[in-house]
């Protein structure tokens, strides 16, 4: 059976026992405290807590998904075994309060031994040693007999996460035979590799809190997950995931684009590894992932300089990231469609990330090879090593950790860490730095089982008749309201709540539970109580405003993919009544005439004053219709599309205005890079950009007037002023210059035996540089001291020695630079220090002058 093959038959034998087909999420968790989708429950986590009513009992997905930073990290065992990887499909069916251990077991011993027919007699089962029920439907249900069924401690507990959703589960494992091990089942050790796990079925019953405790979920749930690759390797009869269909179809592509470019002889872990990164990296690019240096991006570019260095090692010295990308999309394109939409884009951002680290990749590794070099097994490379090669040559320090690895050399991290605090912002925020993100407020859960989500009546109508379920200094809840909630960047509505007993002003709006809409009280008068019945009402004017510049945002990021290339991805945004902020993919800084070229597009759709289209579909519609979804929100099977004119349309569940002319002119602010591969603008649109035209016309006029030009003629008066600034900066200098040389005149006559030690106040720390130069230059000078206060309280001292003296600068200069409470410069010929006592001057040219009666 083939990988497609096994997609397939897996999807529909649950799809036959009630189960919805789930496409397979983004990589992208929508869930703050991991990097990636690292499971097939990922997706479905806020069903497993209860904090979100599922759209059905039951679902089957094959699940895309990558272990390759945070808690699950895979990424150095890569290659070197025969199961890990970073990117990998999971096979899962899962249940939301539906069914229990009771249907899961026989249903997944059912899939393997009648649809797959697998060999009874090779299956074991571990269960946890505490988890009788479990033990007992193997047994009596199933008819796995008792020696094959092994009870097992941590292994058999799986957490997502050290907070969120857990429980106990049983794995079903495989016997690869006698040749492979000792005998004894999964809980010999020593037979690792012989018994491989190949599902796990997971009895969801508890979600972990963050001081340890584990609350009992709602409802008990069920996640199975197979790894799809472990699956394929057993049906096909074959020792490692490498030689499964897919990848030995891929590990061909790769060895011969290697062969083509270098030598792959006797180097199997190169290939494995490039195929597998391969793989990941081509699929993070297609899931909206950009290389950088923080969280999801670090990783992503870390892999990417792993599989270079290893391309490396082949000896191929041509850029192969690319290359490698047309291979997998071209054999993986039938399971998902978007990668044959997003190859030019998956390519770029490759080919250009490989092309800028090759152009250092050599000289690091000369680097790192010298250091080593010098280095004896068991010993550790310098942090400070290890820091250069990551700040000045881009080796992540894990790269740079396996290459020490391979040598038997450690790595100084501590060294390392040290050197990384003094330059903060080039490190990444490390995943366990993160809050981790806690279940809804107990009240609003209870509040949202019982009443269910708020009915959102916002897009229609700007006040609402409602009743208050629940009220406390801080919130409102409501059982219907017109108050949007902060979501997908735009902020939250404010307004009032009325009722007979009372009122409170909303000063924001948020989410409660998923679906629940939480006003945010900012006062109240009188005393509002859950029961009231109340009227909501938003404030209009400032909801005009934020429509104005979401509606904006929607037009710019066409604009900007227009101008710049369907490689532009929305990356995040802030949308605000005074102003909106969006973040897209790009490589380099705009130039001023593609921000014009941006806001001429943008503003030339809002003067056609188009009406707003709101289109409610499914997502396989929306698709069709060529929507883009945005980046951070999250999307169900019936979507939200929003067409904004003829070009821009896109998935958003946002309010906008109802006519592109409502937005008013739309101006740029600001544009600039807010980490690699990721800009950033500001911009105003409506009344708001009025208001910066007038902002600016004032800075004109004044400026004019402190000028003394008319404003049309502000940039003529301008350059004639700058022109005589600078002939009297010039004749300044003149003057300078001349007192220079009178200084040096009048300082020369004070010389005792060649040296000269004086204090000349009031001398800029440039001047009194080349004072003491010029000094020291004179025939008859050995030595040049001279001391200087300044108005503002401050000190400096500088010394030259010429040639003909053997006294050193610097050190004529360490007693004084302790006196006046300063320090500087240790140079040979010249030195300079700078202090805080002026009033201790004197006494340090004493201590100059007596050291150098002593010398």
Known sequence: MKAQQLRKVFTEFFEGSGHELVPSSSLIPHDESLLFTNSGMVPFKSYFLGAELPPYKRATTVQKCVRAGGKHNDLEEVGRTTRHLTFFEMLGNFSFGDYFKDEAIPMAWKFFTEVLKLDKDRLWVTVHETDDEAAEIWQNVVGVPAERIQRLDDDNWWRMADTGPNGPCSEIFWDMGPQYGPDGGPANLEAEDRFIEIWNLVFMQYDQQKDGTQIPLPNPSIDTGAGLERVLSVLQGVDSVWETDEFQQLLSTVSKVCSERGSVKGNTISLQILADHARSTTFLVNDGVIPSNEDRGYVLRRIIRRAIRH???????????????????????????????????????????????????????????????????????????????????????????????????????????????????????????????????????????????????????????A??????????????????????????????????????????????????????????????KPGDKVVATID????????????????????????????VKQQGSWVGAERLRFDFSHYEPLTNEQIERVEDLANAEIFSGDEMEIIQTSMQEAKKMGAIAFFGDKYGDEVRVLRAGENSIELCGGTHVSHLGDVGPVKILSEGSIGSNIRRIEAVAGPASVGLLREQDAVIGQTADLIGVPPANLLEGLEKKLREIEELQNELEGLRELAARQNIQELKGTSVDGVIVQQLDGIRRDELRDLVMGLQAVPEVEVAVVGSATENGGVSIAAATSERSDRNAGELLSEAAKIIKGGGGKGDRFAMVGGKEANALPQALDAIRSLLEEL
């Open 311 to 465: 391309a490396r090692l082949l000896d191929v010295e041509e850029a192969i990231m690319g290359n490698l990308a047309d291979a997998v999309i071209d054999l993986m394109r039938d399971a998902y469609p978007d990668l044959e939409e997003n190859r030019t884009l998956i390519k770029k951002v490759l080919e250009r990330e490989e092309i800028g680290f090759r152009q250092t990749l050599d000289t690091g590794i000369s680097i790192l090879e010298k250091h080593l070099s010098g280095l004896d097994k068991g010993k550790n490379l310098s942090g400070e090593v290890a820091f250069q090669l990551h700040d000045t040559y881009g080796f992540p320090i894990e790269l740079t950790q396996e290459i020490t690895n391979e040598r038997s050399i450690g790595v100084d991290i501590e060294g390392f860490k040290a050197f990384m605090m003094e330059q903060r912002d080039r490190g990444r925020r490390d995943l366990s730095q993160r809050e981790d993100v806690q279940s809804s407020n107990a009240d609003f859960q209870l509040i949202l089982e019982k009443h269910g989500p708020t009915e959102f009546v916002g897009y229609e109508m700007n006040e609402a008749s």
């Open 540 to 567: 209009k004017s400032h909801r005009l405003a934020v429509q104005r510049h979401h509606t904006g945002t929607h037009l710019l990021h066409w604009a900007l993919r227009e101008v710049l290339g369907d490689h």
């Open 467 to 528: 009743e208050v379920l629940f009220i406390d200094g801080a919130s409102i809840i409501l059982d219907r309201s017109p108050f949007y909630a902060e979501a997908g960047g735009q902020v939250g509505d404010r307004g009032i709540v009325e009722g007979e007993n009372g009122s409170a002003y909303i000063e924001d709006t948020v989410y409660g539970a998923v679906g629940q809409h939480r006003q945010i009280i900012g006062s109240t008068s009188g005393e509002l």
